[in-house]
């Protein structure tokens, strides 16, 4: 899997190949075939999925930590350092080929200490060494692979790499000796090369503060994606296409704010199209990762629990605007999808489904027509052929060689009718039936605090907006899990849980996150206790994350692991950087405790980050959704009445069922509840029901209006329309 060169380093025009490599790659030298050992490595006690699965290599596999560096260092060796992720296909590929192949490991086990990361463990070790990967190569991806002394810093970065030289793309065998070789007897040439990597790392993490961004940025990024969208098939850009669902959130808080249909065209689109096509299961529901190709036919088949939860968010305020049955559909299955397949006994949310299964991409999901033919009876087998396109040669192709395979992917040119509705959902379920007989994709178990973070608030959102109090139910349930599994007693984040161990330091993603998460479901249930928390976890990102220099939250905590590099993220890829929600949530808790310190430090990380910012406006969606929200309007609304009383239901679900992504809601009851609020937003003690109903105390861009029981009047105030 690749990443965009829009996630180089701000700063940096071109790819930066030191001496080292550019040496390196010139000269290839014939390896040796020296004998290794084939019994357990060091991974085997590790928690990680993904270092379990090479657990059994004959690489002698260290995990990242100081016994490495020490090792390292004693034996004068550079480290060869692995980075990838369970469900990553070619990581599965490089495994097979090179690190459980004997004579490979015992080349690699000569020249190197070697050292194996999960990226989905140990992002702030990733994005460091990713970052590395662009400036040297001018792209990046995983595998990722990083050749650096015992210090931990880099000479050497690639992405895959063969086992033999192939097409252009030098391959293990060659490599290794050669670095062998320019270390052992070039050794300042590779000093000179670490160098000019840090000089270059460092000067990348540079940013001089600039001007708060406004509403001219929210433009200039409406205007990049109407350039960069695809009429014909939706979503941005070609192939390969990812959903980025933060930039439709973006595209619909435009639409919200100018009424443009053509923004809204542009959303919905994209969401029809992802969900015709074949990068969604069309069977068992939930969306893969990414399309190989320009319309949604192919996908690269792994399934994230992120994108399950920015989608969901995605489609649930497309129904807010719309009202359009299909998109609260889409939510539905989504969330059918993470509840049978991806949520823990104990409450929490499992990370992803690979791609592979039986050594093949896809071969779970996909269909040839005999086996349609022998699930079902003729005529709903001709029903499956002629509505998922299904072909007897097959739909699919394979992606290496191109062939095709007579096997299918199921996907639809446009929305069922009701019939076909009728039809399907009976014979859906007997094919998912089918499927489950079959051999299915290894399940990463592990339990990120981060990613969690993200369904949390997706299912607090739906849960509100599509009335699912089932959605809200599980986003409490895998809190719980997080409070009880994943925080330490000084109310400090963990990172992963696996299998019982809670391990690694929270990062600036887990807590963003999680506040994130917290506002949301607090604004679902009204339950202080989530409020008090997300304040709480605000200022432990304040104390330990904060730059007081330049502004913005670092990635890791001050008191953590020190690295090459202590980096800030603000770039919005697959995943939102935690700097862009943190930007929104200090906005929120502004607006909901009526501190205006919140919205100052929010002021402080836009500044931080503008300058980058005009550099591609695109590239920081969610950022920019704060952004957004701080130029307004933005609204505060109170209700002041009882949770049970109908005329409190009412209001509520009339707030909940309207689209205004810029506001926050709060409940005043009386008695001690109300009191309670009123402890972390003083501004709501006088604010009190009239005449024993539900009231609505609306405040517009810090100007409030008078208190009114009516609502139609309430959402007038609010400017909703609709």
């Known amino acids: 899997m690749t990443t965009s060169g829009a996630q180089r380093i701000a700063?940096?025009?071109?790819?930066?190949?030191?001496?080292?490599?550019?040496?390196?790659?010139?000269?290839?030298l014939p390896g040796s075939g020296v004998t290794?050992?084939?019994?357990?490595?060091?991974?085997?006690?590790?928690?990680?999925?993904?270092?379990?699965?090479?657990?059994?290599?004959?690489?002698?596999?260290?995990?990242?930590?100081?016994?490495?560096?020490?090792?390292?260092?004693?034996?004068?060796?550079?480290?060869?350092?692995s980075i990838g992720y369970s469900t990553c296909h070619w990581c599965?590929?490089?495994?097979?080929?090179?690190?459980?192949?004997?004579?490979?490991?015992?080349?690699?086990?000569?020249?190197?200490?070697?050292?194996?990361?999960?990226?989905?463990?140990?992002?702030?070790?990733?994005?460091?060494?990713?970052?590395?990967?662009?400036?040297?190569?001018?792209?990046?991806?995983?595998?990722?692979?990083?050749?650096?002394?015992?210090?931990?810093?880099?000479?050497?970065?690639?992405?895959?790499?063969?086992?033999?030289?192939?097409?252009?793309?030098?391959?293990?065998?060659?490599?290794?000796?050669?670095?062998?070789?320019?270390?052992?007897?070039?050794?300042?040439?590779?000093?000179?090369?670490?160098?000019?990597?840090?000089?270059?790392?460092?000067?990348?993490?540079?940013?001089?503060?600039?001007?708060?961004?406004?509403?001219?940025?929210?433009?200039?990024?409406?205007?990049?994606?109407?350039?960069?969208?695809?009429?014909?098939?939706?979503?941005?850009?070609?192939?390969?296409?990812?959903?980025?669902?933060?930039?439709?959130?973006?595209?619909?808080?435009?639409?919200?704010?100018?009424?443009?249909?053509?923004v809204l065209e542009m959303v919905e689109k994209t969401l029809t199209a992802l969900r015709l096509g074949g990068i969604y299961d069309q069977v068992g529901f939930g969306f893969h990762r990414y399309s190989t190709d320009a319309q949604w036919l192919v996908p690269h088949f792994e399934k994230m629990l992120y994108d399950q939860a920015l989608l969901m968010m995605a489609y649930t305020e497309a129904w807010l605007i719309t009202g359009k049955a299909d998109y609260?559909?889409?939510?539905?299955?989504?969330?059918?999808?993470?509840?049978?397949?991806?949520?823990?006994?104990?409450?929490?949310?499992?990370?992803?489904?690979?791609?592979?299964?039986?050594?093949?991409?896809?071969?779970?999901?996909?269909?040839?027509?005999?086996?349609?033919?022998?699930?079902?009876?003729?005529?709903?087998?001709?029903?499956?052929?002629?509505?998922?396109?299904?072909?007897?040669?097959?739909?699919?192709?394979?992606?290496?060689?191109?062939?095709?395979?007579?096997?299918?992917?199921?996907?639809l040119q446009s929305e069922l009718s009701a019939e076909q509705v009728k039809t399907w959902g009976p014979v859906r379920e007997r094919l998912l039936k089918e499927r489950e007989q079959r051999i299915r994709p290894s399940l990463d178990d592990k339990v990120l605090t981060d990613w969690n973070g993200l369904m949390i608030s997706a299912l607090a959102r739906a849960g509100q907006a599509l009335d699912r109090p089932r959605y809200v139910e599980a986003a409490e349930e895998a809190t719980r899990f997080i409070m009880e599994q994943l925080s330490t007693p000084s109310g400090r984040l963990l990172h992963r849980y696996r299998q019982g161990q809670a391990g690694i330091p929270g990062n600036v993603d887990d807590y963003a996150f999680l506040i994130a998460a917290l506002l949301d479901l607090y604004e679902?249930?009204?339950?202080?206790?989530?409020?008090?928390?997300?304040?709480a976890l605000q200022e432990i990102l304040a104390g330990q994350f904060w730059d007081g220099e330049s502004g913005g939250y670092y990635f890791t905590a001050a008191d953590g692991e020190q690295l090459i590099l202590r980096s800030?993220?603000?770039?919005?890829?697959?995943?939102?950087?935690?700097?862009?929600?943190?930007?929104?949530?200090?906005?929120?808790?502004?607006?909901?405790?009526?501190?205006?310190?919140?919205?100052?430090?929010?002021?402080?990380?836009?500044?931080?980050?503008?300058?980058?910012?005009?550099?591609?406006?695109?590239?920081?969606?969610?950022?920019?959704?704060?952004?957004?929200?701080?130029?307004g309007p933005a609204f505060e609304v109170v209700i002041a009445g009882e949770p049970e009383a109908q005329s409190t239901r009412d209001m509520l679900a009339a707030l909940r069922g309207s689209y205004h992504p810029n506001k926050v809601v709060l409940l005043r009851p009386s008695g001690e509840a109300g009191s309670q609020i009123s402890r972390l937003a003083p501004f709501t003690a006088t604010q009190v029901a009239i005449d024993g109903l539900a009231t609505a105390y609306v405040c517009r861009n810090f100007s409030c209006r008078a208190p009114t029981t009516d609502t139609v009047e309430m959402l007038t105030a609010l400017g909703m329309r609709n």
């Open 92 to 262: 599965h590929v490089m495994a097979h080929e090179s690190f459980e192949d004997p004579t490979v490991a015992a080349l690699l086990n000569e020249a190197f200490i070697c050292v194996k990361v999960d990226r989905e463990e140990r992002p702030d070790i990733d994005h460091i060494y990713m970052a590395v990967c662009q400036m040297m190569t001018g792209s990046g991806g995983w595998p990722l692979t990083i050749i650096m002394t015992p210090e931990r810093e880099p000479f050497f970065a690639a992405t895959y790499i063969p086992k033999e030289s192939r097409f252009g793309r030098s391959g293990l065998m060659e490599l290794i000796p050669r670095i062998k070789e320019v270390w052992e007897t070039d050794r300042e040439r590779i000093s000179s090369s670490v160098e000019s990597v840090l000089e270059a790392l460092q000067r990348g993490q540079e940013s001089a503060p600039g001007r708060e961004p406004g509403a001219e940025i929210l433009e200039r990024a409406r205007d990049d994606l109407l350039r960069s969208y695809d009429p014909v098939h939706g979503g941005f850009g070609s192939k390969p296409k990812f959903p980025t669902p933060h930039k439709l959130l973006l595209l619909m808080r435009n639409y919200h704010r100018s009424g443009d249909a053509q």
């Open 524 to 535: 679902a249930t009204f339950k202080v206790s989530y409020l008090e928390r997300a304040m």
């Open 36 to 81: 290794t050992k084939s019994t357990a490595n060091r991974l085997v006690h590790e928690a990680s999925p993904y270092l379990q699965q090479h657990a059994q290599n004959p690489v002698d596999w260290y995990p990242w930590g100081e016994e490495a560096f020490a090792a390292a260092r004693a034996a004068d060796k550079p480290i060869f350092l």
């Open 568 to 631: 800030k993220q603000v770039y919005d890829g697959a995943v939102p950087s935690g700097n862009s929600v943190a930007a929104l949530n200090l906005l929120r808790l502004g607006r909901i405790t009526g501190d205006s310190g919140y919205e100052e430090t929010a002021a402080a990380l836009l500044r931080a980050f503008s300058r980058q910012i005009n550099l591609g406006p695109t590239a920081y969606s969610q950022l920019l959704c704060a952004v957004d929200f701080a130029v």
């Open 328 to 411: 609260a559909a889409t939510v539905d299955e989504i969330a059918t999808y993470v509840f049978r397949d991806l949520t823990a006994p104990e409450g929490g949310f499992y990370s992803a489904e690979d791609a592979d299964s039986e050594g093949e991409e896809g071969k779970f999901y996909l269909w040839t027509t005999v086996e349609i033919e022998a699930a079902l009876d003729p005529s709903e087998a001709a029903f499956v052929r002629e509505t998922f396109n299904l072909a007897a040669e097959g739909n699919f192709a394979d992606e290496a060689g191109g062939q095709v395979t007579g096997r299918n992917i199921l996907h």
């Open 11 to 28: 700063g940096l025009k071109r790819p930066i190949v030191p001496a080292i490599l550019g040496i390196i790659l010139m000269s290839m």
